[in-house]
């Protein structure tokens, strides 16, 4: 069992940076990886970004690539998603995701993360 907690979304101004995080609690974290997923209003929840439990590797959507970064700190048990140059197709609630022992074997899908976090809104003008 996992529990997940997102804070840190807010307000912003396009250009602006956001740097959410998701707090996990209920099992080892580093011994799994874990996503950030986004939803905006009237569309499906879509992935963003990924990492593997060390680390070491990472995976963004092509939206994405090159203005966000994923991290974790296995020792705080967090992970992060520093969010820079905003753009209002970016407003969405974004939601943490860990998988499960039954997920499937997938970095950037649905299907491979079975714990959620309830979300952070996610707002940027224009």
């Known amino acids: 069992q996992v529990q997940l907690v997102e804070s840190g979304g807010g307000l912003v101004q396009a250009g602006g940076s956001l740097r959410p995080s998701c707090a996990a609690s209920g099992r080892t974290f580093s011994t799994y990886r874990m996503a950030w997923f986004r939803q905006a209003p009237g569309k499906e929840r879509e992935f963003v970004a990924a990492?593997?439990?060390?680390?070491?590797?990472?995976y963004y959507s092509d939206s994405v690539k090159g203005r966000f970064t994923i991290s974790r700190e296995n020792a705080k048990n967090t992970v992060y998603l520093q969010m820079n140059n905003l753009k209002p197709e970016d407003m969405a609630v974004y939601y943490c995701?860990?998988?499960?022992?039954?997920?499937?074997?997938?970095?950037?899908?649905?299907?491979?993360?079975?714990?959620w976090g309830q979300g952070t809104q996610v707002t940027v003008s224009s």
């Open positions: 990492i593997s439990s060390s680390g070491g590797d990472t």
């Open positions: 995701a860990a998988p499960s022992s039954k997920s499937a074997r997938t970095m950037t899908t649905m299907s491979g993360y079975d714990y």
